[in-house]
């Protein structure tokens, strides 16, 4: 007779937050209130548990599952969290910093690789230059894309979204 396997503790997703800083233009403080917003830094946490797809075994419609909640999840919590008037006032070129949060280690390449979905949602969530929604993830001229891992208790991805320094 076989025996019960015992369930698996489900480690707890990031609670969503987002942080939203005003930039103010160059100079003094008093100035650059004055001058008014130039921009946003935006820092959400998505409540998405990421999975190297080269380490699933087994079932592949799991997979494809989990990729459709990725998507649904990180659209979702981008609409809800930043209001219009912030995602309106970004323009590229866009530097996006995006870290996995969990509980283990995981390798660089395949943290990059499990973030593709939350990484294809926000580029499709981003303003291009135009003011429409949507920048083209592959093109370096809108955005520069980069990775980080960090230990924490719970899943979740860090995403920091700031305009890029002028060269």
Same mark, same amino acid.
């Given at each position: 007779?076989?025996? /019960?396997?015992? *369930? #698996?503790?489900?480690?707890?997703? %990031?609670?969503?937050?987002?942080? @939203? !800083?005003?930039?103010?233009?160059?100079?003094?403080?008093?100035?650059?209130?004055?001058?008014?917003?130039?921009?946003?830094?935006?820092?959400?946490?998505?409540?998405?548990?990421?999975?190297?797809?080269?380490?699933?075994?087994?079932?592949?419609?799991?997979?494809?599952?989990?990729?459709?909640?990725?998507?649904?999840?990180?659209?979702?919590?981008?609409? /809800?969290?930043? *209001? #219009?008037?912030?995602?309106?006032? %970004?323009?590229?070129?866009?530097? @996006? !910093?995006?870290?996995?949060?969990?509980?283990?280690?995981?390798?660089?390449?395949?943290?990059?690789?499990?973030?593709?979905?939350?990484?294809?949602?926000?580029?499709?969530?981003?303003?291009?230059?135009?003011?429409?929604?949507?920048?083209?993830?592959?093109?370096?001229?809108?955005?520069?894309?980069?990775?980080?891992?960090?230990?924490?208790?719970?899943?979740?991805?860090?995403? #920091?979204?700031?305009?890029?320094?002028?060269?």
């Amino acid at each position: 007779m076989k025996r /019960a396997r015992k *369930p #698996r503790k489900q480690t707890p997703l %990031l609670p969503q937050a987002a942080r @939203i !800083t005003p930039v103010f233009a160059e100079g003094d403080a008093f100035l650059g209130l004055m001058r008014g917003v130039v921009g946003y830094v935006l820092e959400i946490d998505l409540p998405v548990r990421t999975y190297s797809e080269m380490n699933v075994r087994g079932n592949r419609w799991k997979l494809t599952d989990r990729k459709q909640e990725q998507k649904s999840t990180t659209s979702s919590v981008l609409a /809800a969290m930043v *209001p #219009r008037e912030v995602r309106d006032a %970004l323009r590229p070129t866009y530097v @996006i !910093t995006m870290t996995r949060l969990g509980p283990k280690r995981m390798d660089s390449d395949a943290a990059c690789i499990s973030m593709k979905f939350c990484r294809d949602t926000i580029a499709k969530w981003l303003p291009n230059a135009r003011g429409a929604a949507g920048i083209d993830d592959g093109d370096d001229d809108e955005a520069e894309w980069k990775y980080a891992r960090e230990l924490a208790p719970m899943f979740g991805v860090r995403v #920091r979204i700031e305009r890029k320094a002028e060269a």
